[in-house]
Nanobody
Framework: VQLQASGGGLVQAGGSLRLSCAASGSSFSFYIMGWYRQAPGKQRELVAT?????STNYADFAKGRFTISRVNTKIYLQMNNLKPEDTAVYYC???????????WGQGTQVTVSS
């Protein structure tokens, strides 16, 4: 099973980025897919998740600025009004069931300059 994340980069504060993650190589579909992030010296934290029936969950910092979407085996994270504190490596994940261990993608770096 592979989760391939892309779309990170360097952007100025107030700018936007769109992350993508494509799942492949599994004989099953993921019930939950989503994004986590990890900033230097900090723990990995939830950004947003989306289920196969398109139910979404957002961290408080993401509400109103980030939008997660899903098309089949791909998910996207539209990030608007980015802030320097959004700088982190963003990881996508997938869970076959809500209680399953996650599969992780390789991460994509997002850097927001002030």
């Amino acid at each position: 099973v592979q989760l391939q994340a892309s779309g990170g980069g360097l952007v100025q504060a107030g700018g936007s980025l769109r992350l993508s993650c494509a799942a492949s190589g599994s004989s099953f579909s993921f019930y939950i897919m989503g994004w986590y992030r990890q900033a230097p010296g900090k723990q990995r934290e939830l950004v947003a998740t989306i289920t196969s029936d398109r139910s979404t969950n957002y961290a408080d910092f993401a509400k109103g600025r980030f939008t997660i979407s899903r098309v089949n085996t791909k998910i996207y994270l539209q990030m608007n009004n980015l802030k320097p504190e959004d700088t982190a490596v963003y990881y996508c994940l997938g869970r076959q069931f809500s209680y399953s261990s996650p599969y992780w993608g390789q991460g994509t770096q997002v850097t927001v300059s002030s």
